[in-house]
Nanobody, 121 residues
């Protein structure tokens, strides 16, 4: 079994900050890319940011300069520092990781349950 558990969501005023964290646990041999996605009501899930095992990052244009993704390979965790939050950032944020469960096995995508982020005054 593999679990991804997110934390750190909540209600914040426009211009505020939040830090999301995600921890992967269970039967894990290795983790490749990790990332954050979000889904607002009535919209499709979209990429927010991804990070490779080596630390290369990719961001959606809408969050560049405001959000920072980071990871700790030793702890199997990924974080998303969100600054200068806007009402349009309101969504459920999901953690994603490409995980290999055994030596020589394939990498498969796993998802967390999601954490709500609400930006409102």
């Amino acid at each position: 079994q593999v679990q991804l558990v997110e934390s750190g969501g909540g209600l914040v005023q426009p211009g505020g900050s939040l830090r999301l964290s995600c921890a992967a646990s269970g039967s894990i041999f290795g983790i490749n890319a990790m990332g954050w996605y979000r889904q607002a009501p009535g919209k499709q899930r979209e990429l927010v940011a991804t990070i490779t095992r080596g630390g290369s990052t990719n961001y959606a244009d809408s969050v560049k300069g405001r959000f920072t993704i980071s990871r700790d390979n030793a702890k199997n965790t990924v974080h998303l520092q969100m600054n200068a939050l806007k009402p349009e950032d309101t969504a459920v944020y999901y953690c994603n990781a490409d995980i290999r469960r055994r030596l020589g096995g394939p990498f498969s995508p796993y998802w967390g349950q999601g954490t709500q982020v609400t930006v409102s005054s």
